[in-house]
């Protein structure tokens, strides 16, 4: 085991993404890297983090040089490779526990690549301004439905009670953007009411 640094607050000094992928492991269950990023996909990904694969393997040995995860191989099923599945350990499930609830909180960091776009609008014509907020538009309520179909998956099982949560957070929160997306089209149209469209320079 590899020891880990510990921050001040008495918080082993793991990334973000490594107590992501624990906090995967808490919920009790065997999971491999797949199973990781499957329900990384679908639920961090909705407002935290969508790893790649690599990323995901790579937290996970993490973890396990750690001493907060072990692992072990599965024999195969017919046509099938071996598959490497990792499991919680009582010192990762108290790490955890104790960086869930002592760790610094970072506040959002909100960079909006739509709205920086609406602030160079006199720079663009009118219609290539509607056209950037309609296409955010379509991809938050494409969001939205994702998030709306992943509550529903995830079905009655408590151990997933405040994931859920946190997907009925997604759906509001894409539903929200495509709302506000909808509000500044209608100020862009106010605002080419009233004699100030944009001009391209």
Known sequence: MVDSVVDREGVPGLPAT????LGLLSHGRELSGYDVKKWADRSLG????????????SELKRLENSGYATSRLVAPEAGTRDKRVYRITGEGLDA???WARTAPLDPPVLKHGPMLRLWLGHLLEPERMRE???AHREYAERMRRRAEADVADAGADEAWAYPRLTLAWAERYYAA??????AMLADIEELEGNGHGTEPA
Do not use: C, G, M, N
Not at 46 to 57: D, G, H, T
Not at 177 to 182: C, K
């Open 46 to 57: 909705l407002f935290y983090w969508s790893p790649s694969f690599s990323q995901v393997y």
């Open 18 to 21: 490594s107590w992501a992928v």
């Open 132 to 134: 950037i907020l309609a």
């Open 96 to 98: 955890v526990r104790t």
């Open 177 to 182: 953007e495509r709302d506000l997306a909808d």
